[in-house]
């Protein structure tokens, strides 16, 4: 079975500012995505960057950039130039690639960013 | 917005008693997820059904059982709720397979068990 950490529970981070996310899971399978999703306070749980495990380059998307450790089995989110609207709490997500609707989450990561 | 949208938004019920949730997917997908996100803590995989039958489950107690009808909606049913039931359910909607799918999440029903 996989498992998916993030070993911080709070992360607080000054606006403009640039602030890193820890993820590390575990898997037997060689071929899997990863995810890192963002819950503000609707409950919404909103995709924010996704990582095909077969791909060596690191997802990018806009101030939201990865650092994907295979062989480590890391995964770490950076996000840079801090937006007020970046607080909220982020998770990090496992799945295999046959099934697109089961996930294995991590306990999350609550982000304050201080104006 | 997803196209998915859950109901209710917040539903109360006393210890004991049956709920159901409800689902509706995004058009063109035909898989929903469902999932226990407990106060402080990350979502646990339920169960998912596809083409109305029950496709995997995750550690939780028959108490929980679902339905997903021919327009690929679902339903979440919970008897016998215990205290600890209280939590915000979330349901995902996707197509199974695929190297591009995606799965999108609907808003929550947050449960309270008295």
């Known amino acids: 079975a996989q498992t998916v950490t993030q070993s911080q529970p709070e992360m607080s981070v000054q606006e403009a500012e640039t602030v890193t996310l820890s993820c590390t899971y575990d898997?037997?399978?060689?071929?899997?995505?990863l995810f890192w999703y963002k819950q503000p306070p609707s409950r919404q749980m909103i995709l924010v960057i996704r990582q095909e495990a077969y791909k060596q380059q690191n997802a990018t998307e806009n101030r939201f950039s990865v650092n994907f450790q295979k062989a480590a089995k890391s995964f770490s989110l950076k996000i840079s130039d801090s937006q007020l609207g970046d607080a909220a709490m982020y998770f990090c997500a496992y799945r295999s690639i046959t099934n697109a609707g089961k996930s294995t989450f991590g306990d999350g990561t609550t982000l304050t960013v201080k104006p | 917005e997803t196209g998915v949208t859950q109901s209710p938004t917040h539903l109360i019920k006393t210890r004991g008693q049956q709920v159901t949730l409800r689902c509706s997917s995004q058009?063109?997908?035909?898989?929903v997820s469902w999932y226990q996100q407990a106060l402080g803590q990350g979502p646990q995989f339920i169960f998912q059904y596809y083409r109305e039958e029950e496709n995997g489950r995750g550690n939780f107690p028959p108490r929980f059982s679902g339905l997903q009808f021919p327009n690929y909606s679902s339903e979440l049913n919970v008897n016998a709720l215990e205290l600890d039931d209280s939590a915000l359910y979330l349901c995902?909607?996707?197509?199974?397979?695929?190297?591009?799918?995606?799965?999108?999440f609907g808003q929550g029903t947050r449960l309270t068990v008295v």
């Open positions: 058009s063109g997908h035909n898989t």
């Open positions: 898997t037997s399978e060689s071929d899997y995505y």
């Open positions: 995902a909607s996707s197509r199974l397979q695929g190297s591009n799918t995606e799965a999108f």
